[in-house]
């Protein structure tokens, strides 16, 4: 039990680095894929990537399914292990997989048959809706090899082991980058497939990522060990995952509803403006991606302390948490800030969309400075199995706050405008966040000293 006298008495510091460093530098891989992935298809044309903007709510909620699944998989497992029961956190990733396997069949069926009509929920631009529906088919239809290997990332995570998943983001991700031009491009003896090259990249890289962390789950030499001779069906184990995943999948179905609608009020003005949209989109994924790696690190540290009754250690991690978060974003917001024209020109030379996405990205980076501390608030909700605030959080942040916001500032003062509901949402819901942080802690103090 190596890796849980370590996790109880580590310098937290050294610890939540060791932890998180993996995770980082896999999320800021992927964040590079995502933006790449766009400005090869940025190449071809305005409207390739506006399609491919529309496609981003779909995208989200496939991630959402299966990161929020993932939260609670992790978090039930890390608290398990904290408690000594080995056993059963190895019947809670069997219990994973088997979901995951579902999930990725759903995915299949709707893509093969609603393509085109879930594009049209966003669109009545013709030629949106077929390039869009061309991606996001083959997209669904892989949906498995997207479940696979994030549901198996968190099975690892869980146990403190951050290592092997990122080697999976790696592998997926820079198979991912490699691939795209030879498919999208047609370039030496693959055919030219355009934004469905794309598609079919991104699966085949995350066919073969799934594949090797498959391999690391079933090798047999991890804390979890999964045997599907011995599997033993236990709904109450789908219950735990789900009342911390629940809520989780609910947060980022949440996002993707937002994205969805802003992108259903921007095209009351141009498919330039979705395009705009869309960069920014990719380009904050460096921004934010960095702040999800360290939460892989931060949130078995905080769910296994908080199984072993260690308040001190969990408020430390909060701490360097948030200092670690806070300087990714601000980061970030000085990058927006200086270089916003010349992050446009990568993906596309239009002047007008130059115009437009600058505009965006100075607006719309003004959040950085707390949207770190938001997030690391919502993971902690997560890590001590209270989900449903999380929910709470990302409600008033994304839907009540700024989808009117949106609409309201965009009838007022235009488009120039609309991007400022971002800034102003997430800074109206900074405050009510800190007042629920602080009544939680005091709430985990009592619930720690009487367990």
């Known amino acids: 039990m190596a890796e849980e006298i370590r996790l109880e008495s580590d310098n937290i510091l050294s610890l939540l680095v060791k932890l998180s460093i993996p995770g980082i530098v896999s999320m800021f891989i992927q964040a590079l894929y995502n933006v790449v992935d766009s400005i090869w298809i940025g190449h071809l044309s305005k409207e390739a990537l506006a399609a491919l903007s529309l496609t981003f709510p779909v995208q989200i909620i496939l991630i959402a399914i299966a990161v929020g699944t993932g939260i609670g998989v992790t978090s039930l497992i890390s608290r398990l292990i904290g408690q000594g029961k080995l056993e059963r956190a190895s019947n809670v990733a069997e219990h994973a997989l088997i979901i995951a396997t579902f999930y990725g069949g759903a995915g299949f069926i709707t893509g093969l048959f609603f393509s085109e009509e879930i594009l049209s929920l966003f669109t009545n631009d013709p030629l949106l809706i077929d390039l869009g529906s061309q991606y996001i088919r083959i ?10 290997p994030v549901i198996s990332n968190t099975i690892l995570r869980g146990e403190g082991n951050t290592f092997i998943p990122m080697v999976t983001m790696l592998i997926g991700s820079v198979l991912n980058i490699v691939l795209d031009p030879f498919f999208i491009f047609g370039w030496w003896m693959f055919p030219r497939l355009e934004i469905e090259g794309a598609a079919i990249a991104t699966v085949l890289s995350r066919a073969i990522s799934g594949t090797f962390i498959l391999y690391i789950l079933f090798r047999g030499d991890n804390l979890i060990k999964i045997n599907f001779n011995t599997f033993k069906r236990d709904s109450t184990i789908v219950k735990d995952i789900y009342a911390v995943g629940f809520p989780s999948i609910i947060m980022q179905v949440i996002a993707s509803f937002m994205v969805g609608s802003v992108n259903i009020i921007l095209a009351g003005y141009s498919s330039v403006a979705i395009a705009a949209m869309g960069i920014y989109f990719r380009l904050q994924s460096f921004v934010l991606m960095p702040v999800f790696g360290l939460n892989q690190g931060y949130m078995p540290i905080i769910g296994y302390n908080y199984g072993h009754k260690k308040p001190e250690r969990i408020k430390k991690t909060m701490k360097y948490g948030f200092a670690v978060a806070f300087l990714f974003t601000m980061v970030g917001f000085f990058i927006f800030q200086v270089f916003p024209g010349e992050l446009v020109r990568l993906f596309n030379e239009s002047e007008e969309l130059v115009e437009i996405g600058t505009h965006a990205l100075r607006a719309i980076s003004y959040l950085y400075p707390v949207v770190g501390f938001s997030i690391i608030v919502s993971v902690t ?5 209270k989900g449903f605030r999380s929910l709470v959080i990302s409600l008033l942040r994304q839907v009540f706050l700024i989808l009117p916001l949106a609409y309201w500032f965009g009838k007022v003062g235009g488009l ?10 997430e800074v109206v819901a900074f405050g009510f966040i800190m007042m629920w942080f602080r009544y939680t802690l005091r709430e985990v103090d009592v619930e720690v000293q009487n367990k």
């Not at 997209?139 to 696979?148: D, E, N, Q, R, V």
């Not at 120039?416 to 949402?425: C, G, M």
């Open 139 to 148: 997209i669904l239809i892989g949906s498995t090899a997207l479940s696979i």
């Open 381 to 385: 909700f997560q890590a001590f199995g």
């Open 416 to 425: 120039p405008l609309l991007w400022y509901a971002f800034p102003v949402s």
